[in-house]
């Protein structure tokens, strides 16, 4: 099951990337970009979902403008060396809060704005840090339940989204190890270079303290028939599972495994089926969106 594009979807990711295009070249250039990714609609299944061509459209930005296939880069390392340098002060405020668990949902989530493609041109370091101030008064309706799961849980498996998120990621899942020492933890990346989302150059630059597997391929969400043995198993052998960002969402939503959503509000289609305004942190569980 995935979550797949209708009219809003086309139109937001035809726009989005058309921007992208414009700026890089000439009208000619973008004109003939424009019907490449006119005939890439055409050519998916009608039950597409958007992170599923996002592979095929950054190949076309390579084959038009010869963008290199990790067209992120930059962003990625400077999203990384982001959460480094406030890492011990996001440990910090995570350990010393009432309830550690809930600071680091909370602060996972927000790392969630490290999102340099859904977020074209509206990420700010200097506004995350601002975020920051605020973080641990997000509300998170479904916490209670999310914490009640999490008492049973033994095997924890975490979808992970953005670069520089990643580490957020990081400072949750230590305080769900020093509430649950039983548990055990496996992280999942991408397979390959995937918009701005991590991998395992990305897990070791953050330190990720965990077991990391990659998914086996470069769709900046977790499309199921495309997984990787392991990753695969790691799901069906999951107690819980915690899926950060859209992409996880649009992919995974109506799986039916016991999934966990966090991620922030980015796009129309989220905040209609939601109801809630962009950057609306959420926690929700598989079966009730």
Same mark, same amino acid.
């Given at each position: 099951?995935?979550?797949?594009?209708?009219?809003?979807?086309?139109?937001?990711?035809?726009?989005?990337?058309?921007?992208?295009?414009?700026?890089?070249?000439?009208?000619?250039?973008?004109?003939?970009?424009?019907?490449?990714?006119?005939?890439?609609?055409?050519?998916?299944?009608?039950?597409?979902?958007?992170?599923?061509?996002?592979?095929?459209?950054?190949?076309?930005?390579?084959?038009?403008?010869?963008?290199?296939?990790?067209?992120?880069?930059?962003?990625?390392?400077?999203?990384?060396?982001?959460?480094?340098?406030?890492?011990?002060?996001?440990?910090?405020?995570?350990?010393?809060?009432?309830?550690?668990?809930?600071?680091?949902?909370?602060?996972?989530?927000?790392?969630?704005?490290?999102?340099?493609?859904?977020?074209?041109?509206?990420?700010?370091?200097?506004?995350?840090?601002?975020?920051?101030?605020?973080?641990?008064?997000?509300?998170?309706?479904?916490?209670?339940?999310?914490?009640?799961?999490? !008492? @049973?849980?033994?095997?924890?498996? &975490?979808?992970?989204?953005? *670069?520089?998120? =990643?580490?957020?990621? $990081?400072?949750? /899942? +230590?305080?769900?190890?020093?509430?649950?020492?039983?548990?055990?933890?496996?992280?999942?990346?991408?397979?390959?270079?995937a918009q701005n989302d991590a991998t395992r150059a990305d897990a070791r630059q953050v330190g990720l303290e965990f077991p990391v597997l990659?998914?086996?391929?470069?769709?900046?969400?977790?499309?199921?028939?495309?997984?990787?043995?392991?990753?695969?198993?790691?799901?069906?052998?999951?107690?819980?599972?915690?899926?950060?960002?859209?992409?996880?969402? !649009? @992919?995974?939503?109506?799986?039916? &495994?016991?999934?966990?959503? *966090?991620?922030? =509000?980015?796009?129309? $289609?989220?905040? /209609? +089926?939601?109801?809630?305004?962009?950057?609306?942190?959420?926690?929700?569980?598989?079966?009730?969106?």
């Amino acid at each position: 099951m995935s979550l797949g594009m209708d009219a809003t979807c086309y139109l937001c990711h035809f726009n989005r990337n058309m921007q992208t295009a414009q700026a890089l070249g000439d009208e000619a250039t973008a004109t003939a970009f424009a019907r490449a990714l006119m005939a890439l609609y055409l050519s998916m299944p009608e039950d597409a979902s958007s992170p599923t061509v996002a592979p095929a459209t950054n190949e076309l930005f390579q084959k038009f403008y010869g963008l290199e296939p990790d067209r992120f880069r930059r962003e990625k390392e400077a999203s990384n060396a982001f959460v480094l340098e406030r890492l011990e002060r996001l440990l910090a405020l995570a350990e010393s809060a009432p309830d550690p668990v809930l600071a680091g949902a909370q602060l996972a989530i927000l790392g969630n704005y490290l999102d340099f493609s859904a977020l074209q041109g509206e990420v700010s370091f200097e506004k995350l840090d601002q975020m920051l101030t605020q973080a641990l008064h997000m509300d998170l309706p479904a916490y209670p339940r999310f914490r009640k799961e999490l !008492e @049973t849980c033994r095997r924890l498996v &975490y979808l992970t989204d953005n *670069a520089g998120e =990643i580490g957020f990621d $990081r400072v949750f /899942a +230590r305080q769900l190890r020093q509430a649950f020492p039983a548990m055990q933890i496996v992280f999942i990346v991408r397979g390959g270079f995937a918009q701005n989302d991590a991998t395992r150059a990305d897990a070791r630059q953050v330190g990720l303290e965990f077991p990391v597997l990659d998914n086996g391929n470069r769709v900046p969400g977790t499309e199921l028939s495309l997984l990787s043995k392991e990753a695969r198993q790691a799901l069906d052998q999951a107690d819980m599972i915690v899926a950060k960002g859209q992409g996880n969402a !649009e @992919t995974l939503l109506g799986c039916g &495994y016991p999934i966990w959503y *966090a991620f922030l =509000i980015k796009c129309p $289609r989220f905040i /209609a +089926r939601f109801g809630r305004p962009k950057l609306t942190p959420m926690l929700v569980r598989e079966g009730d969106v």
